[in-house]
């Protein structure tokens, strides 16, 4: 989803990853994003939203000062298979006072858990926005509800 040609940095996994992404990729999963990808979209009212995807990796936090000036808010990603991997974003963008959501990863072949339970887990914040997504397909329902988080905490 983006109205120009997006930047997409994926490529293929490869065995020089192994000592690096400690997991097994998710069923059907060939390529992995090395970089950060952009994306950008226009809305009513000459609003513009710049989209950037980055990897949660410790080695990519150098990014996420930048990424934030500015911003509305985030949507982290969460794996239930690591999820404190999603410990560092969240700490990241509340010491910044950034709204942010989390999309429950659901992709194909992996174990769907109660969002409830997942929330207790991640001792999220009760106002924070938690639902089950695709990051293959989910994108503008995950956006959507970032932006109403964000126009709700701003009022």
């Not at 298979?81 to 659901?106: H, I, K, Q, T, W």
């Not at 329902?141 to 905490?153: C, F, I, N, W």
Request: hydrophobic share 45%.
């Amino acid at each position: 989803m983006s109205e120009i040609a997006p930047l997409v940095t994926e490529a293929v996994m490869t065995e020089a990853g192994a000592g690096v992404d400690e997991l097994p990729p998710a069923p059907g999963k060939t390529t992995t994003t090395v970089a950060m990808d952009f994306r950008r979209i226009s809305l009513p009212s000459d609003l513009i939203l710049y989209l950037f995807g980055t990897p949660g990796q410790e080695r990519f936090w150098f990014m996420w000062d930048d990424l934030v000036r500015g911003a509305i808010g985030a949507v982290v990603l969460a794996d239930t298979r690591r999820l404190d991997a999603c410990f560092a974003a969240m700490d990241f963008f509340e010491a910044r006072g950034l709204p942010y959501v989390v999309g429950v990863n659901s992709f194909d072949g992996a174990r769907r858990h109660d969002l409830d339970e997942v929330r207790e887990a991640m001792e999220l914040p009760a106002g924070t926005p938690l639902r089950y997504c695709d990051a293959r397909e989910s994108t503008v329902e995950m956006l959507v509800v970032l932006v109403r988080h964000a126009m709700a905490r701003a009022s």
